[in-house]
């Protein structure tokens, strides 16, 4: 077990300074100052009024009343057109509002790089000793070098800017890492975000790396930039005031991600347990690419989905056992005293054993001499990772096991591994040698948002005792349902999943898991 003592932290402790500014972007003022209302109501530190959302914009008039009502310090932006924002007017008039609204008594205005220096030249070196200047570049194609990152940030200190504030787009979630790289050595105050689903580590890990502020939703959807999380999210999913400069992350690894549960359980104990780490869903292309890029002590540990179960396999330094025999890994942890890569396989661990329980309750059988998988026909559906895993597990209980998948050649390779036999899923509608079979789904059909299909048809159902589906999202899939509605015995995929985070928060942590608190954490959030 890891050696994670100093990890554990007391609970509750603020551990950055990091703000949460909520952005408003609302038609009118009386609908901005709901939002405010609500800004403050979900753990906003500040926000973000974007005055070019505003539809018959009167400066004077409304930029008192919006600093006056505010609820929260306020920082101005009036996004032009030509820097991603909704403004399309004349930019002297633009830039004397953002004047006025320093005079007025704003905590903060933003002013783009482009016309940094026009505007410090109109303001003659008149500001208000309380308002703090952002100056900002957004770069919506790509994440340039961490030179050009930080020729960048050199230019905006340049024109004066209290605050400097750079924000590119994600192509690739190794892009964060170059402005994670600035950011931690930057000597002046600085944002520092990439845009995008695959930007998100960068909005969450700006506490570990010493952000200025990081941006956070009011309303899930209702962005003002691409792939912004909730304030909620940042606050209660992520933990965010509990993110410091020692911070592990963990996170996992799959393609796609969004759907993920994990998080919620993982940090959900990790904070229960008061050990310091964080529990982020990673959007990877590319595991080597992934691996090599975030290669600090301080990334320590992941879980594999699917598809990367098998190339992650071939980032290791190290295999277990049982892991190189399945040829897939399903977690992966960094050991502390030499750095090096461990993987391990617990997706059979999980799953068989909570097809056994299922066994147990429909055959009202306690016994516990041997595995009630023994001599049972075990169908697994797909050859991938999780297929792997369960064709692996169901072989050491002692079970027949058949392969089937799409691809029969690839079916083929794991049957002769488990001395089972291979057919393809068309096959498998008329495959019935016996009643009373075990069927366990782990292709990804079925998964939202494809919630209407299945992997075999309802009629080729009734020749199975028990059915088991790997996928947790939908918790009823389609199969699921329909094998219940033939007779079958069900057992969920997140049986498999809290089977999974039981063993891998033990592992990650050194502490065991606190099972009930994960289990009341999965309900709440299925």
């Known amino acids: 077990m890891l050696a994670v003592s100093d990890l554990h932290t007391t609970n509750g402790t603020r551990r950055n300074s990091t703000l949460i500014c909520a952005p408003v972007m609302a038609e009118s003022v009386d609908q901005m100052l709901v939002q405010m209302g609500k800004a403050r109501e979900v753990g906003a530190d500040l926000v973000e009024i974007r005055l070019d959302f505003l539809k018959n914009f009167s400066p004077r008039q409304d930029l008192e009343i919006l600093i006056k009502h505010s609820p929260l310090p306020t920082l101005f932006t009036y996004r032009p057109a030509w820097e991603g924002g909704q403004y399309k007017g004349d930019d002297n008039k633009r830039q004397d509002a953002l004047h006025l609204a320093m005079e007025l008594g704003a905590d903060y205005i933003d002013v783009e790089l482009q016309v940094a220096h026009d505007?410090?030249?109109?303001?003659?070196?008149?500001?208000?000793?309380?308002?703090?200047?952002?100056?900002?570049?957004?770069?919506y194609q790509k994440t340039p070098s961490t030179?050009?990152?930080?020729?960048?940030?050199?230019?905006?200190?340049?024109?004066?800017?209290?605050?400097?504030?750079?924000?590119?787009?994600?192509?690739?979630?190794?892009?964060?890492?170059?402005?994670?790289?600035?950011?931690v050595h930057s000597q002046v105050p600085m944002i520092g975000l990439v845009m995008g689903e695959?930007?998100?580590?960068?909005?969450?890990?700006?506490?570990k790396y010493g952000a200025f502020l990081t941006f956070g939703t009011i309303e899930a959807g209702v962005v003002s930039a691409p792939g912004q999380p909730t304030v909620k999210d940042l606050l209660d999913l992520y933990n965010f005031r509990l993110i410091g400069l020692d911070t592990k992350v963990h996170g996992v690894i799959g393609n796609p991600i969004g759907h993920s549960k994990s998080p919620h359980l993982y940090n959900a104990a990790f904070k229960s347990i008061n050990f310091n780490g964080i529990y982020l869903p990673l959007l990877v292309d590319s595991v080597a690419n992934f691996i090599d890029?975030?290669?600090?002590?301080?990334?320590v540990g992941y879980s594999f989905t699917i598809p990367h179960k098998e190339a992650g396999l071939k980032c290791c330094d190290e295999i277990d056992p049982k892991a190189k025999e399945i040829g897939a890994v399903n977690c992966m942890i960094r050991r502390p005293t030499d750095g090096k890569l461990i993987g391990y396989n617990v997706d059979s661990l999980g799953a068989i054993a909570a097809i056994e329980e299922g066994l147990r309750a429909l055959n009202g059988s306690s016994n516990t001499s041997g595995s009630l998988l023994a001599g049972k026909l075990f169908v697994v559906m797909g050859a991938g990772g999780a297929g792997k895993a369960l064709a692996y597990g169901g072989k050491e209980k002692g079970a027949?096991?058949?392969v089937?998948?799409?691809?029969?050649?690839?079916?083929?390779?794991?049957?002769?591994?488990?001395?089972?036999?291979?057919?393809?899923l068309a096959e498998l509608e008329n495959f019935h040698p016996e009643d009373g079979m075990v069927l366990a789904n782990t292709t990804s059909v079925g998964m939202k948002p494809r919630t209407d299909q299945t992997p075999i048809s309802k009629?080729?159902?009734?020749?199975?005792?028990?059915?088991?589906?790997?996928?947790?999202?939908?918790?009823?899939?389609?199969?699921?349902?329909?094998?219940?509605?033939?007779?079958?015995?069900?057992?969920?995929g997140t049986e498999m999943l809290l089977n999974q985070a039981f063993v891998q928060i033990e592992n990650f942590s050194g502490v065991p898991a606190p099972k009930q608190l994960i289990r009341d954490v999965l309900a709440r959030n299925t």
């Open 293 to 299: 890029t975030y290669n600090s002590p301080d990334f």
């Open 147 to 183: 030179e050009e990152i930080g020729d960048l940030v050199a230019r905006i200190q340049a024109t004066g800017a209290d605050i400097v504030k750079i924000a590119t787009t994600a192509l690739d979630i190794t892009d964060s890492a170059r402005v994670f790289q600035v950011l």
């Open 400 to 402: 027949r096991v058949v």
């Open 459 to 492: 009629k080729a159902l009734k020749h199975y005792s028990l059915v088991f589906d790997a996928i947790y999202t939908p918790k009823w899939t389609r199969l699921l349902q329909e094998a219940q509605e033939s007779g079958a015995a069900v057992v969920f």
């Open 119 to 139: 505007f410090y030249n109109s303001i003659q070196g008149e500001k208000p000793e309380k308002v703090k200047i952002i100056v900002s570049s957004h770069n």
């Open 404 to 424: 089937a998948n799409r691809t029969y050649d690839k079916a083929k390779a794991l049957a002769n591994k488990v001395g089972g036999e291979a057919i393809t």
């Open 198 to 207: 695959k930007g998100l580590i960068s909005r969450v890990l700006s506490a």
